[in-house]
């Protein structure tokens, strides 16, 4: 999932909107945990320089800042303009229950 602003900058409202999508709950700190199971990538690039943040289970917002917390409880500070792409793995739970077949 991608989503880039009218000048090509990811903003905050965008980035509450992906986490939403994913099912992401805020906890009384302010970090949007990702449902358990799932993990997501950050795709940065910054003056012609890309990188990949991935495994990440939290994001906390803090003005043009974005924390990202891995599974390893690393920490990770970014400028949100340079997050040009959202990737999800694992299973997202996005408020809907899912059956699957021969499973009751």
Avoid: C, Y
């Avoid at 880039?4 to 949007?32: P, S």
């Avoid at 993990?39 to 943040?53: D, F, N, Q, R, S």
């Avoid at 917390?69 to 408020?95: C, I, P, Q, Y």
Wanted: without cysteine.
């Amino acid at each position: 999932m991608a989503l880039r602003g009218m000048a090509g900058v990811m903003t905050g409202d965008h980035l509450e909107a992906i986490l939403k999508v994913a099912g992401a709950k805020a906890d009384k700190e302010g970090w949007a945990a990702l449902p358990d199971g799932s993990t997501m990538t950050l795709h940065i690039a910054h003056e012609g320089a890309g990188m990949t943040v991935s495994r990440l289970e939290a994001l906390k917002q803090d003005g043009d800042l974005v924390f990202a917390r891995n599974l390893k409880r690393e920490l990770f500070a970014l400028v949100r303009s340079d997050v040009f792409a959202v990737a999800f793995e694992g299973e997202l739970n996005t408020g809907k229950s899912t059956r699957r077949a021969g499973f009751g």
